[in-house]
C-alpha cells in the first residue's frame, strides 16, 4: 500500500520558534508538495520539489523554506512561526503528471 | 491563470438523495481534471479523473464529465450515504507544463443524515 507519512498529526509551538515538519514518502516518487489548508481558502501550495536538492516556489512560499536531501524526504521549515501560520499543512507526493499521493496532514498551532 | 471555481458548501443532504457538486475551470492549455475527496481526519485521496473533452471519470457511484464548452467538471453521484460525508475538491493540472502542480478549488464540505 502506498504511503506518505508526516512526522505529527498535531503540533504546538510558540511564536518565533523554529518548526520544522517532515514527510516521506515510500512510492520512489520524483515530485513532492507542500500545501496548507484553511477554511474558505482550500488549498494553496507552499513549495514543492521535482527532484532531490530541486525546489520551487508555490504560490505562498513567505515565511517558509524547505529541503530535500534525499528523494524520499521533503521538509517544511518555518524559520520563525508565526500566529498566522496557524493551520493544517499537507504533504504530498506523485511521479510526472500522475495523481498526488497526499500524508494525513499536521495540524500546526503557533501561540 | 489557472483557477477552479467550486459551489460553495456546506452542502447537506439525505441518504439516498442525488448529489451535484458543480465545479467550472479557467485554464491556459488543456488541462486534466480531478476530483479529490477528504474524510474528516484524513489527508485528500483522489476520487476520479479525467484527461481529456467529454471524458467520463468515475469511482464508487461518483461520476464526472469533462465539458470543454462549459468548461465544467461537476460531480455526481445518484444515491448518497451517510460514508460520503467528506469535503471535496475538484482541481486541475496542465500536462507538460513541466511543474505537475494542482490548482484546488476551495472545497465543498458534505453532510449526509440519515
Known amino acids: 500500500d502506498v504511503k506518505v507519512t508526516q512526522s505529527s498529526r498535531y503540533l504546538v509551538k510558540r511564536t518565533g520558534e523554529k518548526v520544522f515538519l517532515e514527510c516521506v514518502q515510500d512510492m520512489d516518487h520524483e515530485n513532492m508538495f507542500w500545501y496548507r489548508q484553511d477554511p474558505g481558502l482550500g488549498l494553496r501550495l507552499i513549495y514543492f520539489s521535482y527532484d532531490v536538492k530541486m525546489k520551487e516556489k508555490g504560490d505562498i512560499p513567505e515565511g517558509y523554506s524547505v529541503s530535500r536531501e534525499k528523494k524520499e524526504r521533503f521538509s517544511l521549515i518555518l524559520e520563525s512561526a508565526s500566529t498566522n501560520q496557524t493551520s493544517m499543512y499537507l504533504c504530498?507526493?506523485?511521479?510526472?503528471?500522475?495523481?498526488?499521493?497526499f500524508g494525513p496532514g499536521t495540524r500546526l498551532t503557533v501561540l | 491563470g489557472n483557477s477552479v471555481t467550486q459551489m460553495e458548501g456546506p452542502v447537506t443532504l439525505s441518504e439516498e438523495a442525488f448529489l451535484t457538486i458543480n465545479c467550472t475551470y479557467t485554464?491556459?492549455?488543456?488541462?486534466?481534471l480531478f476530483w479529490y475527496v477528504q474524510y474528516p481526519g484524513e489527508g485528500l485521496q483522489l476520487l476520479l479523473k479525467?484527461?481529456?473533452?467529454?471524458d467520463k471519470g468515475s469511482n464508487k457511484g461518483f461520476e464526472a464529465t469533462y465539458r470543454k464548452e462549459t468548461t465544467s467538471f461537476h460531480l455526481e453521484k445518484g444515491s448518497v450515504q451517510v460514508s460520503d460525508s467528506a469535503v471535496y475538491f475538484c482541481a486541475l493540472e496542465i500536462p507538460g507544463a513541466g511543474s505537475y502542480q494542482l490548482t484546488f478549488g476551495k472545497g465543498t464540505k458534505l453532510s449526509v443524515i440519515p
Open positions: 485554464a491556459t492549455g488543456y488541462p486534466s
Open positions: 504530498a507526493s506523485s511521479w510526472g503528471v500522475n495523481e498526488q499521493f
Open positions: 479525467a484527461t481529456k473533452a467529454d
